[in-house]
């Protein structure tokens, strides 16, 4: 069974950061993109970024953009996420995906075929 389980969320200060973890099992890595989402109370889930195994192309939501950074070990099947400059705004669940994106990165949520529990992050101002 295909598992991805995500890490390193918690609560943290605006303007701090934190660092979420997408360890990834049961599949071949290489053949996908690993993507993360949040999904904030009472919001719909949104794509956050995406990076693709094979090459390491990646591929940000513009609210983001300068502040995180995805970056990928294929030799541990991991995806990580270091986030900055952190804002109440980012509060939400953050969940981490698998998807053979065949269309190119993007945050497509059909796509995506494996999703993890989500690791939960909350930005106090």
């Known amino acids: 069974e295909v598992q991805l389980v995500e890490s390193g969320g918690g609560l943290v200060q605006a303007g701090g950061s934190l660092r979420l973890s997408c360890a990834a099992s049961?599949?071949?890595?290489?053949?996908?993109?690993i993507g993360w989402f949040r999904q904030a109370p009472g919001k719909g889930r949104e794509g956050v970024s995406c990076?693709?195994?094979?090459?390491?192309?990646?591929y940000y939501a513009d609210s983001v953009k300068g502040r995180f950074t995805i970056s990928s070990d294929n030799a541990e099947s991991t995806v990580y996420l270091q986030m900055n400059s952190l804002k109440p705004e980012d509060t939400a669940d953050y969940f981490c995906?698998?998807?053979?994106?065949?269309?190119?990165?993007?945050?497509?949520?059909?796509?995506?075929?494996?999703w993890g529990q989500g690791t939960q992050v909350t930005v106090s101002s």
């Open positions: 995906a698998a998807g053979l994106l065949r269309h190119g990165l993007g945050f497509d949520l059909y796509e995506y075929d494996y």
């Open positions: 990076i693709s195994s094979s090459d390491g192309s990646t």
């Open positions: 049961r599949f071949t890595f290489a053949d996908y993109a």
